[in-house]
């Protein structure tokens, strides 16, 4: 008998400091919180065994508790504007397997900042690593317009035509699906071999500063982005 897939799980990092918007990850989004926005989505996942919010503020913790989350208290060193996204996921990691938790094949991060994530971009970034034969996945939109680039970049110093340019993708920060073994001996996101599942475009919002959490409130409000 096949032994049952132990699901992944989501880390959600959240820290309480914020430079472009104060106190981002409770900032109101309709009618409730970006964070408990996030984690409510998370939890409609079928694909998810349990989600985990990685915080040093106390107001989060309780914000996730109050919908459904478990958290994890993360120390002050790795809540500063220098902590990267991965040390806090690797935290949470030690202080799951010190709580006896068993840390499954692969793990989600999950950004409660890109307010537009719905539970099938979660199941399809797992379902590239768990049958597609990926090691890391993450969503991300096809984009067709021109990035500039230096002439002495450029093959042969010229500009291809937008037709016949190389693919290009909008990283939408929102999930990021990556396996534990490769995550854990690289300790980076992008390990190993990698999958984009890809999203549209209007989804590619990301809240870095109080002129998106504008912009994305009225997409919300105006039912743009379904």
């Known amino acids: ?8 799980i989501v880390i959600i990092p959240a820290r309480g400091g914020s430079k472009g918007v104060r106190g981002k990850n409770l900032a109101l989004f309709g009618h409730e919180s970006l964070i408990a926005r996030c984690i409510k989505t998370c939890r409609r996942c079928k694909d998810i ?3 985990y919010v990685s915080t040093d503020s106390k107001a989060i913790e309780g914000e996730a508790a109050l919908h459904g989350a478990k958290t994890i208290t993360r120390p002050d060193c790795l809540a ?3 902590a990267t996204s991965e040390m806090a996921i690797l935290d949470a990691i030690l202080t799951l397997r010190q709580r006896d938790v068993t840390i499954p094949e692969m793990i989600v991060m ?7 994530m719905v539970p099938d971009d979660i199941s399809g970034c797992i379902e590239l690593i768990r049958d597609g034969g990926a090691d890391h996945s993450f ?9 500039f680039q230096p002439p002495d970049t450029m ?8 037709q016949l340019d190389y693919p290009k993708w909008i990283e939408a920060g929102s999930v990021y699906a990556f396996s534990s073994a490769p995550f854990l001996y690289g300790k980076t996101r992008f390990c190993g071999k990698g999958a984009v599942y890809a999203i549209e475009e209007k989804r590619c919002y990301e ?9 994305c409130r009225g ?5 743009l982005w379904v």
């Open 207 to 215: 809240i870095d500063s109080t002129h998106d959490l504008a912009v």
């Open 219 to 223: 997409i919300e409000r105006n039912g």
């Open 155 to 162: 093959p042969g110093g010229v500009r291809m035509p937008r």
């Open 1 to 8: 008998m096949e032994t049952e897939r132990v699901k992944p």
């Open 110 to 116: 999950v950004q409660c900042t890109a307010p537009f």
């Open 49 to 51: 065994g349990g989600v």
């Open 139 to 147: 969503c991300a939109a096809p984009f067709s317009g021109h990035v």
């Open 80 to 82: 500063t504007d220098n």
